[in-house]
């Protein structure tokens, strides 16, 4: 990854305060997660703004992806894996990665609807008062 910000291929921007701002440069979003930390805000922002994402087959992350459709997924702690992936990505065209895009922002519409998500969850509390 260091040889393609030196080539200027990528842009590593580092940390920011205003993700929305960042994410809205950029052409796809990357995160390599290895951490079971549930489903990265990161992520989800990124596919409603209409990005295709590149992230780790891990717990929370994955389900943000459709593997070829809105993005990829790769081995977590696999650069080469990850390195695959971002080739990919890279020599898609721009009407690609645009398409990509599209379906990232049907799937976190469909998926992720803070709606959908408040009603999962009282469906759960349902359930286990049910059972106790």
């Not at 993700?19 to 440069?25: P, Y």
């Not at 990665?97 to 759960?124: P, T």
Request: proline share 3%; with cysteine; glycine share 6%.
């Amino acid at each position: 990854m260091n040889l393609w910000v030196e080539e200027g291929i990528i842009n590593y921007i580092g940390v920011s305060d205003n993700v929305e701002q960042e994410i809205a440069k950029v052409d796809c979003m990357v995160l390599p997660s290895y951490y079971r930390e549930g489903v990265p805000k990161s992520l989800l922002e990124a596919g409603a703004m209409g990005k295709p994402i590149v992230t780790t087959d891990n717990v929370g992350c994955r389900e943000t992806v459709d593997d070829g459709i809105n993005g990829y997924l790769c081995e977590p702690r696999s650069s080469e894996s990850l390195t695959e992936k971002l080739e990919i990505i890279i020599n898609m065209t721009h009407e690609q990665r645009l398409e990509m895009g599209k379906k990232s922002r049907i799937k976190i519409q469909n998926e992720f609807d803070e709606q959908i998500v408040i009603q999962k969850y009282l469906d759960a509390v349902k359930n286990c008062l049910s059972e106790a």
